[in-house]
């Protein structure tokens, strides 16, 4: 069963306290590997698709690495705005976007 | 910058009545998509489009839910009767690309109360 695990739930930092966000999945043959933020009583906002393992991509603050069985998405000195709900999605093996729960992050002065 | 467009933002409606939402994808977008949001959850897919065909409505619960896109661009989905269960946020995205779900762009939300 394809399945989409993030951790931690929830994340406090002090601002310029940088910290990394695990997003472990289980599908067969990856074909995307999505990061999203999403604010309060908003949509999801896109920051990221990575393919293939190794790869590695960079936002300002953000940055998103892929390996076989995980990503992790990497926040540098974050600042207050930083504060939101990341989430990962996969493309599952019915070719749909699976959502985990969600990192809810926030980032105090 | 082109956004998809959603209306109402928020609904408040008693259990047994019926709801509507909207949804304007971004111009061109083939894939339309509607998603439910739980509070603390990820978003779960309902329904994908590709122009104004279904593609996928696997998890919609057709005994109240339904959805459409007629011409192929804005799309409306309707509950009735709404339960107390369907309080909930409801996104609707586009895709430029159709096939597999690609990058997808999310709309602000309905956010559906059920009293």
């Known amino acids: 069963e394809d399945q989409v695990t993030q951790s931690p739930e929830a994340l406090r930092l002090q601002e310029g306290e940088s910290s990394s966000l695990n997003c472990s999945y289980t599908?067969?043959?990856?074909?995307?590997l999505f990061w999203y933020r999403q604010d309060p009583g908003k949509g999801p906002e896109f920051l990221f698709t990575?393919?293939?393992a190794g790869e590695e991509k960079e936002k300002e603050r953000l940055k998103a690495t892929l390996t076989k069985k995980e990503s992790f998405l990497h926040i540098t000195a974050p600042k207050p705005e930083d504060s939101a709900t990341y989430l990962c999605a996969v493309i599952d093996s019915w070719g749909k976007l699976q959502f985990g729960a969600g990192t809810q992050v926030v980032v105090t002065p | 910058e082109a956004e998809v467009a959603q209306s109402p933002r928020y609904k408040i409606t008693e259990k047994s009545q019926a709801v509507a939402f909207w949804c304007d994808p971004i111009s061109g977008h083939a894939t339309l998509y509607w998603y439910r949001q739980i509070l603390g959850q990820g978003p779960e897919l309902l329904v994908q489009?590709?122009?104004?065909?279904?593609?996928?409505d696997s998890q919609l619960p057709k005994d109240r839910f339904s959805a459409e896109r007629l011409k192929g661009v804005d799309s409306t989905l309707k509950i009735q009767p709404a339960e107390l269960g369907d309080s909930a946020m409801y996104l609707c995205?586009?895709?430029?690309?159709?096939?597999?779900?690609?990058?997808?762009?999310f709309g602000p939300g309905t956010r559906l109360t059920v009293l």
């Open positions: 995205a586009s895709s430029p690309r159709r096939g597999d779900s690609n990058e997808q762009f």
């Open positions: 990575l393919y293939s």
């Open positions: 489009f590709q122009d104004e065909s279904v593609v996928d």
């Open positions: 599908v067969s043959g990856l074909r995307g």
